[in-house]
Nanobody, 122 residues
Framework: VQLQASGGGLVQAGGSLRLSCAAS????????MGWFRQAPGKEREFVAA????????YYSDSVRGRFAISRDKTKNTVDLRMNSLKSGDTAIYYC????????????????WGQGTQVTVSS
């Protein structure tokens, strides 16, 4: 069982990026999926989550209105569209999965992918 994140890069402030997370197994189509990030010298923080059905999403206050999480069950992927990027969004971004619980609960993710670096230049 693996999660593979991709799509990071260098972008100017105000620009956009789309991150993608591919799951290696179809069973993940029913899992809650989340994105987290960790900036240098800071703790990992929650960014966004989406339910298995994709009917529900949840965002941190710092990205709500700028980022959008979505999933494609046919491709077994979860995307994070990031708009109006700021220097404060610079971090390593991780995707994660959990089989249940509450969408708003951010501490119970059990499967993690490797990170992808996002750098926003001001």
């Amino acid at each position: 069982v693996q999660l593979q994140a991709s799509g990071g890069g260098l972008v100017q402030a105000g620009g956009s990026l789309r991150l993608s997370c591919a799951a290696s197994e179809r069973t993940f189509s029913t899992y809650f999926m989340g994105w987290f990030r960790q900036a240098p010298g800071k703790e990992r923080e929650f960014v966004a989550a989406i339910s298995g059905s994709a009917s529900f999403t949840y965002y941190s206050d710092s990205v709500r209105g700028r980022f959008a999480i979505s999933r494609d069950k046919t491709k077994n992927t979860v995307d994070l569209r990031m708009n109006s990027l700021k220097s404060g969004d610079t971090a390593i971004y991780y995707c994660a999965a959990k089989s249940g619980g509450l969408l708003r609960s951010t501490s119970d993710y059990t499967v993690w992918g490797q990170g992808t670096q996002v750098t926003v230049s001001s």
